[in-house]
Structure formats: structure tokens, C-alpha cells
């Protein structure tokens, strides 16, 4: 829980974006960014932002509605950094 809530919004979705990931996939499912807002202690407009971010850098891949494709290694640099 520690990790969710403390250290920058995108150190934290993307600590929540690993946890959600499928054991033996790259893929997760997301709720709602009110949901992750809440979770996360973030507002809603940065868990957009934040997610958009990682559309941009390729972290992610959408695949269909709030269902990722995840650069397991791209996102664990950012939860290292």
C-alpha cells in the first residue's frame, strides 16, 4: 500500500499498472481514472495525463477501452527511478 500512495503520480500508476498485470502476461485491465484517483491519492486529471504520458512513451499499448499492453520493463525503470 506504501507504494501506492507515496512518490510521484507516475511512480505510483505505474506501480499499480504491474500489480494489476496478468502473472504470465503483459496485459492488465484499469478501472475507472476516478477509481485509480482515489487509489492512488491522485486526481483525476493526472491519472489521465499519466496515462496518456505512458501512451506517448510507448509504456503502454491500449488495447481495447481501459485493457493495456505493458512494457514490463519500462514501467519498472520508472517505479526505480
Do not use: P
Not at 60 to 73: T, V
Amino acid at each position: 500500500l506504501t507504494q501506492l500512495s507515496t512518490g510521484s503520480a507516475k511512480r505510483r500508476m505505474a506501480t499499480l499498472m504491474l500489480r494489476l498485470a496478468d502473472d504470465d502476461s503483459t496485459e492488465c485491465s484499469l478501472f475507472s481514472r476516478e477509481d485509480i484517483g482515489s487509489r492512488l491519492s491522485i486526481t483525476i486529471e493526472t491519472a489521465s495525463r499519466t496515462i496518456s504520458e505512458f501512451k506517448r512513451e510507448n509504456l503502454i499499448k491500449e488495447i481495447r477501452s481501459n485493457h493495456f499492453d505493458l512494457d514490463i520493463e519500462g514501467l519498472t525503470n520508472v517505479v526505480e527511478s
